[in-house]
């Protein structure tokens, strides 16, 4: 048999037993996975604007307490209602305003590594007309025996009154443009 023809037929099925790129799949309440941001901080600003009549507001805030050994972080991407609405990345926040309602929330991180741009958290509440809402991010790392990081994630989580105008000081405001 043909040494050449032996290699092409090797090369071919090593090809096929390959796997190709696993698509992420998200939640409803997220956006289209294909939509990516690019974060910048914005220049410094006071608490967020006075709420349009008869609309809610939500102020997306992220925490991120440690870093670890990571020299990266992923911007994390927010959800309304099937669609992405703005991204924060590090000690951050931006605003988003909703009609009153129920609404599906939820994060992603927008990753180029699979195991991290898989990782989603969801929450959902009714909004009341006039009234502002507070959702954080909150990055958590998990650390093997010898302290050394082997896995972040994060978790969305309502905020009360007080502790939502509290992060919003403690963090900067974001701008983000669809890539």
Not at 58 to 86: K, L, S
Not at 150 to 166: A, I, Q, S, V
């Amino acid at each position: 048999m043909n040494p050449k023809l032996v290699l092409m037929v090797l090369c071919a099925s090593l090809c096929v037993a390959v796997p190709a790129r696993a698509k992420t799949v998200l939640p409803d309440s997220c956006g289209d996975d294909k939509v990516k941001f690019n974060v910048k901080p914005a220049e410094p600003q006071p608490a967020p604007a006075p709420l349009p009549a008869g609309k809610a507001q939500i102020v997306f805030i992220e925490n991120v307490e440690e870093y670890g050994y990571y020299m990266t972080e992923p911007a994390t991407r927010f959800g309304v209602d099937g669609a992405w609405v703005g991204a924060n990345k590090g000690n951050s926040y931006f605003v988003s305003t909703v009609d009153p309602g129920l609404h599906h929330l939820c994060v992603n991180w927008q990753s180029s590594k699979d195991a991290e741009s898989s990782k989603v958290s969801m929450a959902s509440f009714t909004a009341e007309a006039n009234k502002v809402y507070f959702f954080q991010v909150k990055v958590l790392l998990r650390q093997d025996s010898q302290g050394w990081v082997k896995e972040r994630t994060f978790e969305l989580t309502p905020l009360n009154e007080d502790d939502g105008k509290y992060r919003v000081k403690a963090s900067a405001p974001v701008t983000w443009k669809s890539k």
